[in-house]
Structures are given as C-alpha cells and as structure tokens.
C-alpha cells in the first residue's frame, strides 16, 4: 500500500474510532442519570437540601378606620380592618457545628448531615409597632416565625427563649414569605418599644447542601465540620475559612447594606416576588472529591487525541525502522484505547477514581504492550511503545487532575510532541519514501 493511501485508511480510521467514544460518552450519561434516580429515590425518604431563613418577629392587629356612609345624610360607620407588622432581627448569629454519614442505594451513595444549630440575637420592637401614634389598634397573638426548606429534618422539638418568657415552636411558618416552618407564640405585645433577645437550638437533617438567609440588620454565621470537602455557594463567600483533612470551619458576615435583604423581604411578603430574596443566601454544598462521572466523560474528550498519538507512533515506528504494519492491526489498537475509557467508568463506579485509573490503564498497557511485541516484530519494541503509552496514560491523569491549567499543558504536550516528531523525521526523504520523483 502506497504512502498516500495508508494515511488516508488511517485517517478514515481515526474517524471511525469516535463511533465506540461516542458511544461510551452516551454511557456515561446514562449511568449518571441512573444515579440521579437513586439519589432521588433516597432524597425521597429524607431532607433533601436545607435554607434556614429567619427568625421574624409577626404581630398581627386590627386598626379602626371611620367610613361614611352617606355624605348627604352625614351618615358614618366604624369598621376594623386587618394588618400585619413584620420585623426582622436587629442582630442575628447562627453557629452551626454540621456531622456527616453516607446514605447508599446500590452502588451510588450521597452524603446526609446533621447540623446541630444556635441561634442567638435580638429585636428591636418599636413603640405601636411603628404604627401612627394617632391611631386605634387591637393587637393581636405576636409569633415568632422561622423558615425551613424541609420541615422533615427537623429532629427534635426546639424551645424558644424570648426575654424571661419560654415558647415552644409548633408546625407551619404562619408566614408567607418563609414558606414552610415553624411559629412560636410569644407573650401578648403591649404596645411599648422595647428590645428583645432571644435564643433557640434547632437539630436539622439535609442533604448536600446548606443555606441561610441572612435576614438579620447584622448577621454572623459560623459553620464547622469533619468534611474536608466543603463548596462554598450564593452571594456571600466566607469572611474566613479553614480547610484541612480533619474537615473545615467557616464564617460569614452580613448587613442590609450589603444585601438589601430588608427590602427584598418586604417586597416578598408584598407582591410574593421572592426570587431574588431566595437568592441573596449563603451557605455550603457537601461536595464529593472526585465525581467519577464528570472525570471519565473529561477523559473521554481526551479519547481522539490519544488514538491520533498512538496512530502517529506507530506510523512513525513504520517510517523509521521500515516495519510493515497493516491497517487491522491499527484498528485493534484503537479499539483498545476505546475500550480502556469503558473500563474506567466501570471501575470508577465501584472504587476511586485513581485507583480505577490505574487500574484500566495497567490493563490497556499490558494488553497493546503484548499486542505491539508481535506488529512490530521485536520485543524491546513492544516493551517501548508500552513505556510510551503509559507515558500518555500519566499525562492525560495530570491534564484530567490539573483542570485549571489542563489547556496549558495539553498545548505544551503537543507541542512537545510535534517538536520530537520533526526531530525524528528531519532526515526522511518523504518523496522517496512515497515512490515518487522529488524533481517537480
């Protein structure tokens, strides 16, 4: 076969190749749909992820109005028309030491915490409420009310302490704008400013993640855990942090000024717009450190690169020590490297990721190393195209552990490599070797 012609069955190839890559990449989705059904199925039966919002303090009242009836007549009438005051914390910590266990269903397992809450701060009540001094009013029951994402992590019954006086939280928000959660009626409210502490401990299950709404004038929250793996999310990063192997410790602080998280509430409890209160959150995602998944579809764009390096290897092996290797015998080994991504996410399913790694890469190794031995028709060339290959194993683990700089290395590598082809090749009469006449 013609020079020509053996780099375009080659090319052909190469192309076919990323029929057995597509397909693995269309695996990997599907196995991790698989496992979103199972950590679905395992959300259902336990708190899914948690946002603690609030504490706010809700007074209810009636405010007498005069109507008239009939201006002719000079008729009037009284009538009572219903209110609600809302307001939030004027200092608010929220201190939260957060244990870990690991829920499975088959093969797929995800993480359940259980974060073990105090929650400390004051209110600042106005004089009637802040309402007109020169009106008439009937207060109603006052509550404290508090926002929980999912009511059932909840683990114990938590007590309020507000001022002297002890409360005990029931079922339901009673509010609106917090969705679902608990109340805890308070002491009747007498009309006069006054400035309130207040503690609770509060024991919450979730999954995955954890967030709070900083609705206090002046929030702190502090978070630690033995997760060493911590993703920090929403609108406010930690003021500080500490990240080690024995787990992480967090903290965060926030004011109205930074978040406008007074007028965000109001405009919820309003116009019920409360998607960009919802969103103005802190907190923290129990992430895993290696998703297998995201890794084995990121080693797979790698797929077509690594055929077109083992192609060219070959390809020069033939070229420089003129050994005849056929078309078939490239496919085969393109298919190995094929098939080495499919052993990956089958190993990476059931163990680590490195160790998968290694693991897939040994085998791909080992097989075309045994392969090349007899196509190149010498053992100490087997034995250096194995080396070879398992030198392209190790840096496609660098470029697939080294995300941030993966761009940077890959073009370096195959500018390295390139470099060494012409290197190599700097010597090769390609006309010649083609059969043709280098005399235009």
Known sequence: MSAKWKLVTLAVLALLLLIPLGMVRGLIEERQAYRQEALGSIATGSASSQTLAGPVWVLPYRQQFTEVVDEKAGTKRTVWRDGQIRILPDKLAIAGRMRTETLQ???YHTQRYVNE??????????????????????????????????????????????????????????????????????????????TVPFSFRLTLDGMDGFHVLPLGRDTEVSLQSPWPHPGFVGNFLPESRQISEQGFQARWRTSWFASNLNELFEQC??????????????????????????????????????????????????????VSIHP???????VSLAVFFLLLLSFAEQWQFAPAYVLAAAACVLQN??????ALGSRARGIGFAALLSGLFALLYVLLRAEDIALLLGAVLLFALLTLVMVLTRRIDWYALGGQDNEA
């Open 117 to 194: 809450l105090n929650l400390t701060g004051q209110f600042i009540l106005p004089e009637r409420a802040g309402l007109a001094a020169d009106g008439v009013y009937a207060w109603g029951q006052p509550y404290l009310s508090v926002g929980i994402e999912d009511v059932r992590g909840i683990r114990t019954s938590p007590m309020l302490q507000w001022g002297g006086a002890t409360a005990a939280f029931a079922p339901g928000a009673q509010l609106a704008a917090l969705g679902k959660g608990v109340h805890a009626r308070l002491p009747a409210y007498e009309g006069a400013a006054r």
């Open 105 to 107: 269903r088959g093969i």
């Open 328 to 334: 078939v015998q490239y496919g085969l080994v393109g």
């Open 269 to 322: 409890a309003g116009t019920r717009e409360c998607t960009a209160m919802r969103a103005a959150s802190l907190g923290v995602r129990l992430v895993e450190p290696v998703d297998v998944y995201l890794q084995s579809d990121r080693a797979v764009k790698y797929g077509f690169l690594f055929v077109l390096l083992t192609f060219a290897t070959f390809l020069l092996t033939e070229v420089l020590k003129r």
């Open 369 to 374: 190393g045994f392969y090349a031995t007899h």
